[in-house]
């Protein structure tokens, strides 16, 4: 969860090679209704639990969370998250 100790040393300098990035955030979202946890009901408490972490050696270019569920009937209980990223040249 964001704050958490895991988010904070992947984010932060606890990692060789120095922090990774969030793409979520990089993409220029903020963490207002960013909940993934759903727990089959498709109602999130709107705290995200889930992450793509990414080195700077990545280009991102979008980042997202899927909340489509086809009849209602959501394959997980976490919503998908997404990201569109390239190794930088």
């Given at each position: 969860?964001?704050?958490?100790?895991p988010c904070?040393?992947?984010?932060?300098?606890?990692?060789?090679?120095?922090?990774?990035?969030?793409?979520?955030?990089?993409?220029?979202?903020?963490?207002?209704?960013?909940?993934?946890?759903?727990?089959?009901?498709?109602?999130?408490?709107?705290?995200?639990?889930?992450?793509?972490?990414?080195?700077?050696?990545?280009?991102?270019?979008?980042?997202?969370?899927?909340?489509?569920?086809?009849?209602?009937?959501?394959?997980?209980?976490?919503?998908?998250?997404?990201?569109?990223?390239?190794?930088?040249?």
């Amino acid at each position: 969860m964001p704050g958490s100790e895991p988010c904070r040393v992947l984010a932060g300098d606890g990692l060789r090679g120095g922090p990774l990035r969030d793409t979520h955030r990089a993409a220029g979202h903020d963490e207002i209704d960013a909940g993934t946890l759903h727990s089959f009901t498709l109602a999130t408490d709107r705290r995200r639990i889930d992450y793509i972490f990414v080195s700077p050696h990545w280009s991102i270019f979008t980042a997202g969370i899927d909340r489509t569920a086809p009849d209602q009937r959501p394959p997980s209980d976490h919503f998908p998250i997404t990201a569109s990223i390239e190794l930088a040249r």
